[in-house]
């Protein structure tokens, strides 16, 4: 069975997993903010030392594809991109909260009145985010969102319960007041990402390395310095 290189950054969690199908067979993250740069490649290097490993044994590397932290997606598209040149390998790009969003279903019985809306922060009330249901049909689309108090009101109205994850849903219990809602501890991981990268590979979604590129949804936000007297 194929080995495939995981790599998570799109949030300040930096994580590495090397997965066979949906065994995880080592991984290392942190959430220490700003460490993306720092610790991917020793990451990488500690899991393929501790299962015993060279990156030629590698058939993939999977990159979470975003939304999410700007620097954090361009910081795991280019090792993924330099290691699957290099390699003569294929890149496979999993959906972030996707990802997520299945994680969920390990913890949580969804069903036709239960779905999951992964989270990730952004500024201010806004986050990054998409509608599940209990199969996984999108309801609401990627999208950045303002959270207000009657967000998700219409789904709630016809008797929707809604678990919340990833590290934008404490934002939630903030505004929203309803008993509909549930907080899920699931935050994003490359653990996460295994089982779709593994399907990805058998069925050859592989994405062009030389036209891949993350899913900003918006342009970054850049401050300019201040000017001195």
């Known amino acids: 069975m194929s080995i495939i290189l995981n790599l998570e950054t799109s ?24 460490s ?3 610790k991917l490649s020793i990451f990488i290097q500690e899991c393929m030392e501790e299962i015993g490993i ?15 932290s ?24 999993v959906d972030t909260l996707l990802s997520m969003a299945m994680a969920v279903e390990k913890e949580q019985t969804l069903n036709e009145q239960k779905w999951v809306c992964p989270m990730i922060d952004a500024r201010r009330m806004e986050v990054y985010m998409a509608l599940f249901s209990h199969n996984f049909e999108k309801k609401m689309p990627h999208q950045a969102f303002i959270l207000e108090k009657n967000s998700f009101g219409k789904f ?18 903030t505004v929203i007041a ?4 549930i907080i899920s501890e699931v ?13 990805a590979l058998a ?19 850049i401050t300019q310095p201040k000017k001195r007297l």
């Open 36 to 38: 993306h740069s720092s």
């Open 70 to 93: 700007y620097t954090g997606l361009r910081i795991g598209y280019s090792t993924a991109k330099g290691l699957c040149y290099a390699l003569d390998i294929p890149i496979i790009a």
């Open 187 to 199: 935050q994003c991981s490359a653990k996460h990402m295994a089982s779709l990268s593994a399907k």
């Open 156 to 173: 709630f109205d016809n008797g929707i319960d809604i678990v919340f994850c990833g590290n934008g849903s404490f934002k939630v219990s």
């Open 11 to 34: 949030t300040p969690v930096c994580s590495v997993a090397i997965s066979k199908g949906d065994e995880i067979l080592s991984i290392r993250e942190t959430h220490e903010s700003n």
């Open 54 to 68: 060279n990156k030629e044994e590698l058939s993939a590397v999977a990159v979470s594809s975003g939304p999410g």
């Open 178 to 181: 309803s008993s509909k809602t």
């Open 203 to 221: 069925e050859g979604s592989h994405e062009s390395l030389a036209y891949t590129s993350p899913l900003y949804i918006k342009s970054p936000f």
